[in-house]
């Protein structure tokens, strides 16, 4: 029995391991998750920084934009948005700040590498 333990363990993690990754597109949502409380909160906060133009409102969408790039590399294909119009964590955080990054300092390049130094 005591061999037959090992082979279990093995067995297991084999299937808990072939479960993961799955389809190459089969994406996650964060819709309606604890986290999409905080994606709204952070567009909102970049755009308002655009809006007021205040230092408090820079500070605001900088910490923002920290929050969603933190959400974005842990998430990055995730999707966010109404069903049919949604796009992935990566597309959000890219078209928030060209719309709105050059109120907080923050630009994307056409690669999609951001920069601070402004």
């Not at 905080?38 to 920084?49: N, P, R, W």
């Amino acid at each position: 029995m005591r061999a037959f333990l090992p082979l279990v363990a093995i067995l297991a993690v084999a299937l808990l391991l072939a479960g993961c990754g799955g389809s190459g597109e089969t994406l996650e949502s964060l819709a309606g998750t604890p986290a999409a409380i905080h994606i709204v909160k952070d567009v909102e906060a970049m755009a308002h920084a655009c809006k007021r133009g205040t230092k408090e409102a820079r500070e605001a969408g900088v910490k923002a934009f920290t929050n969603l790039a933190g959400i974005t590399a842990i998430h990055p294909k995730a999707t966010f948005g109404p069903e049919g119009t949604d796009v992935t964590m990566r597309q959000l955080l890219r078209r928030t700040v060209e719309k709105t990054g050059h109120c907080i300092g923050v630009s994307v390049d056409a690669k999609g590498k951001y920069d601070t130094s402004h």
